[in-house]
């Protein structure tokens, strides 16, 4: 496929040995490590596959060799061999990427990190948690819930997702719009570099102005400059009053309005603002096995969270703002969470969107930061140019295109645009690439909000990034990575 054309293999890079098997055997438990008979194992290559495919299964590597370590000294150990020897590596967590990031291109040697899963420290007190990089996000949220806080970030992938996959690609997700960035809750990182030096960056400190914030360069870097191996995050306390709502909204006017009067009503206590459209909401329903909490159909759906310390209160909060929605004609239909089932499906309802297109069909993903005001138009605009090359029709089966639609964390300035088709296909994509990526440079916005660049984007930076920038992250990936051996052929 032209859109997804596989960079050829960097000839220098060494193609592994029985050699090198051994050597790998030398240093690490046999356990840990998957090799196929191409290369002197015994694992039958059906248990890579995992390894080898990514979630949207659009791309596909050809590793022979999957290394899961079990400390940082053996990460640091492969790593210094692998870079002596010219040998590529690809960091995986767990592998839910959706840029083509976290699976290898050719054959490099996967890195998993799976088998890293401990929680090293956490402090009851400050809420500050130090854990292996390989910990699964749901089970952190599990542990610090125990103890009456919450992970600062929360998305559909965190039943397989690693906190160390969250930081490499700075994910954002549902909680962002309260919590902000990883930029801001991670508080430190020890990662290994490509040469196996190990920076103990694990620093528990909120406050820390002793130069350069060289962890930083990490948080969002793919796995291109470093492996993560340790994260310490600060944990925000448990609310004790959470109240979750659907609406119904005839029009993307009213989202935004709905938006506005949710942050003069709720502001201190607004923990998320979600939206979907119509399509979306015909494709959870009907794979999620999940009903419409609302009394009809609405052109586009919102879901509401606060979270805050006084039931009471808060419900005052959440009924009041509801009445003036409805009352004012924003908002059409709405339904309150009246109990823990009752959100956890009403959040199923929007956290089951991406697995719910994926059952549909090929799904084309592109996530974008776009002023509010615009962010849904470029959803109508690809649906428009999908028609007019007669490769859709809203409602018709049998055409090369299934579904067009959008969802996202609006409260974020942030779409995710789906177009689900029967396959990935070349005369479907010319509709919609580079069109996006121009529509969204016109608007200064950026090309990547959350997913990062991974392979699908790494020929397209130029549409959010200025040549000096991109010059200075070639650079960058330079010093840390003169070899080019971690994750190459993404990113830059
Ligand atoms: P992987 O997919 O394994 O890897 C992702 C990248 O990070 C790769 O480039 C890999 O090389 C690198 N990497 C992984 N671990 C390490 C490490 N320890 N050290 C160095 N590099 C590493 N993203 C969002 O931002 N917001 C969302 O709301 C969101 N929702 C999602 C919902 C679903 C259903 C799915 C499938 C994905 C979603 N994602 C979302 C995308 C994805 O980025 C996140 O799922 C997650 O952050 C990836 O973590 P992972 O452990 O699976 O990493
Ligand atoms: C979400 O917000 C994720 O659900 C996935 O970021 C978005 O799959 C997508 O396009
Ligand atoms: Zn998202």
């Not at 020897?85 to 054959?107: E, K, R, W």
């Not at 009752?342 to 929007?350: G, H, P, V």
Request: with cysteine; aromatic share 8%.
């Amino acid at each position: 496929l032209r859109h997804y054309h596989k960079p050829s293999r960097t000839a220098s890079f060494k193609t592994l040995t029985k050699d090198d098997l051994e050597h790998f055997k030398s240093i690490l438990p046999a356990e840990t490590i998957l090799a196929t008979p191409a290369v002197g194992g015994s694992s039958d290559p059906i248990e890579l596959e995992g390894f080898n495919a990514d979630w949207l299964n659009k791309y596909r590597g050809n590793s022979q060799l999957v290394l899961r370590p079990k400390t940082t000294q053996e990460v640091s150990d492969i790593l210094k061999y692998c870079n002596a020897q010219g040998i590529a590596v690809v960091p995986q967590g767990g592998n839910t990427g959706l840029v083509g990031g976290s699976v290898p291109v050719h054959d490099e040697v996967i890195l998993s990190l799976r088998n890293m899963s401990r929680v090293r420290n956490y402090d009851e007190l400050s809420g500050v948690l130090v854990c292996d990089a390989g910990c699964v996000l749901e089970e952190l949220g599990n542990y610090v819930g125990e103890r009456d806080h919450i992970m600062p970030l929360d998305l559909g992938a965190k039943g397989s997702c690693h906190i160390g996959g969250n930081v490499a690609t700075n994910a954002g997700g549902i909680r962002f719009l309260r919590y902000g960035s990883l930029h801001g809750s991670v508080l430190g990182l020890e990662v290994v570099l490509p040469d196996g030096t190990i920076l103990d960056n694990l620093s528990t400190l909120r406050k820390d102005n002793t130069g350069y914030d060289l962890k930083q360069l990490f948080i969002g870097s793919e796995g291109s400059l470093g492996v993560i191996t340790g994260v310490s995050v600060i944990t925000p306390q448990r609310s004790s009053a959470v109240n979750v709502t659907v609406l119904g909204v005839t029009s993307y006017e009213n989202v935004q309005r709905a938006f506005v009067l949710a942050r003069k009503r709720c502001g201190e206590i607004l923990s998320a603002y979600e939206f979907w459209d119509a399509t979306c909401m015909g494709a959870v329903l009907h794979h999620q096995s999940l009903k419409n909490p609302l009394s009809a159909e609405f052109p586009f759906y919102v879901l509401i969270e606060t979270s805050g310390s006084n039931k009471d209160h808060d419900d005052e909060k959440m009924g009041g703002l509801l009445e003036e929605l409805l009352e004012e004609g924003i908002v059409e239909d709405g339904a309150l969470a009246q109990d823990d089932s009752q959100i956890a499906r009403m959040w199923t309802m929007r956290e089951g969107i991406p697995e719910s297109l994926g059952k549909t069909g090929a799904t084309y993903k592109y996530d974008v930061s776009i002023p509010i005001p615009v962010l849904y138009d470029i959803v109508g605009d690809i649906a428009k140019r999908l028609e007019s090359a007669q490769l859709y029709k809203p409602g018709e089966s049998g055409l090369p295109v299934k579904l067009v639609c959008g969802y996202g964390h609006i409260g974020d300035g942030n779409l995710h645009l789906n177009i689900v088709a029967e396959k990935f296909e070349d005369r479907v994509a010319d509709i919609f690439e580079p069109y996006v990526y121009e529509w969204v440079k016109s608007h200064r916005g950026s090309i990547s909000a959350e997913h990062g660049v991974g392979l699908m984007k790494r020929d397209h930076l130029e549409y959010s990034k200025s040549p000096e920038m991109i010059a200075y992250m070639k650079r960058m990936k330079e010093v840390f990575d003169p070899k080019g051996i971690l994750n190459p052929y993404k990113v830059v």
